[in-house]
Every structure is written in structure tokens, then in C-alpha cells.
């Protein structure tokens, strides 16, 4: 069982609509928990961080915790055709302490 | 604030030959790690440094190796290159070891 799973799409949306990205991880005492955008050819971007159970809201995007289902999700609302990416989801574990990212998931938005 | 520097940003190689990649965090960051991009593995971790100390590894061979300087700037060190090393390697920094990491451009490592 991989540390972080995310489905690898890619995820097509219609310009303007929401985009749900979604991630699993195993190890139940994880306490950090980061989203990353990445396009092709570049190095990941921070977009969000998440510590606690809830919704996170930064302008477009809503990051969402749920520690008791270990899931993580990420929402974009008005998607762009610039939000056309991978998005990585990334673990900061309590086994080790080690940093999990994701195989990510990449993200198609149309015009 | 500049962002993480790497050098170089592209490297071309033979097998058997080592090299060094050089990582030079944002000022005022203390942690650096350094990670393995490759299509087939996705992103994968190498090691962490704090106080030029190593915190963390991943599961690499010794032929992997890094460290820290006084100054925070990190090096990684690969030798005796074989064909799968051929990716992106990325540095990240943090204020600390556990907060948000922010990523340099990284170097792009071809070996032939």
C-alpha cells in the first residue's frame, strides 16, 4: 500500500466548473498535509496547507481534511484553462516523520 | 524573497560518472531536502537536512548522498551514474523540518 494514492486522471472539467481532486493516505497520525500544482516541464508550486479537520478556503481553492477517513481533497472552483495541471498531494507522516507526495493527478480544464 | 536556486539546470552524463547537484535554499530557511522525479516513479524522496544535519533518507542506495552547510546551501552527490538516474531531481525548502516546503526549479540529469 502506497503512503499517499491519488487518482491519476486525467480529470477533465468544462471551463467554470468545480474540479475535485482527491487523495487517500494510510498512515492514521499524519498531522500536515500540503497541495501542490504543477505544470509541465516545472517544479511542484505550493497552493495550499491543511493541519486540521475542516475546510481550508484560499480565493478559488478549498482544501478539506477529514483525519477519521484519512482524505484529503482539494476543490477549485471556476476552474481556468490555466488550472490545467497535476496536482500533488503530499503527506507529512508521523511514521519517520518522511515527507509523502502523491503520484498526483492531472487536471484538463476545456475552454 | 529570492526562491530556491539550483545549478545546474541541466546536466548530461555517462554511466559510471558521479556528479554533484547544488541547492541553495531560501534565506532564512533552515531545511532542505531533495527529491527524484522520474515519469515511472513519480516523485520520490531522497533525504532532509537540518542544521547540517541529515534528518530523514529514503530508500536510495549509498550511492546517493548529500549534505549541509553551515550556510544552509546543500549538495547531492550521485557516483558511479547508471541509466535510472536519469530524472529531475528537486530541492525543497523550510523555515524548519515539518513546515511547508517550497521547491526550486531543479536540475535536469541525463545519463548516457
Known amino acids: 500500500q502506497k503512503e499517499v494514492e491519488q487518482n491519476s486522471g486525467p480529470l477533465s472539467v468544462p471551463e467554470g466548473a468545480i474540479a475535485s481532486l482527491n487523495c487517500t493516505y494510510s498512515?492514521?497520525?499524519?498531522?500536515?498535509f500540503f497541495w501542490y500544482r504543477q505544470y509541465s516541464g516545472k517544479s511542484p508550486e505550493l497552493i495550499m496547507s491543511?493541519?486540521?479537520?475542516g475546510d481550508k478556503e484560499d480565493g478559488r481553492f478549498t482544501a478539506q481534511l477529514n483525519k477519521a477517513s484519512q482524505y484529503v481533497s482539494l476543490l477549485i472552483r471556476d476552474s481556468q484553462p490555466s488550472d490545467s495541471a497535476t496536482y500533488l498531494c503530499?503527506?507529512?507522516?508521523?511514521?519517520?516523520?518522511?515527507?509523502?507526495f502523491g503520484s498526483g493527478t492531472k487536471l484538463n480544464v476545456k475552454p | 524573497k529570492a526562491g530556491v536556486t539550483q545549478t545546474p539546470r541541466y546536466l548530461i552524463k555517462t554511466r559510471g560518472q558521479q556528479v554533484t547537484l547544488s541547492c541553495s535554499p531560501i534565506?532564512?530557511?533552515?531545511?532542505v531536502s531533495w527529491y527524484q522525479q522520474t515519469p515511472g516513479q513519480g516523485l520520490q524522496f531522497l533525504f532532509e537536512?537540518?542544521?547540517?544535519?541529515?534528518?530523514n533518507k529514503g530508500n536510495f542506495p549509498g550511492r546517493f548522498s548529500g549534505r549541509q552547510f553551515s550556510n544552509s546551501r546543500s549538495e547531492m552527490n550521485v557516483s558511479t551514474l547508471e541509466l535510472g538516474d536519469s530524472a529531475l531531481y528537486l530541492c525543497?525548502?523550510?523555515?524548519?523540518?515539518?513546515?511547508?516546503?517550497?521547491f526550486g526549479p531543479g536540475t535536469r540529469l541525463t545519463v548516457l
Open positions: 525543497a525548502s523550510s523555515l524548519v523540518p515539518n513546515n511547508e516546503q517550497f
Open positions: 498512515d492514521r497520525g499524519s498531522q500536515s
Open positions: 491543511i493541519y486540521s479537520n
Open positions: 503530499a503527506v507529512r507522516a508521523n511514521n519517520f516523520n518522511k515527507f509523502y
Open positions: 534565506s532564512g530557511h533552515r531545511s
Open positions: 537536512y537540518f542544521s547540517e544535519t541529515q534528518r
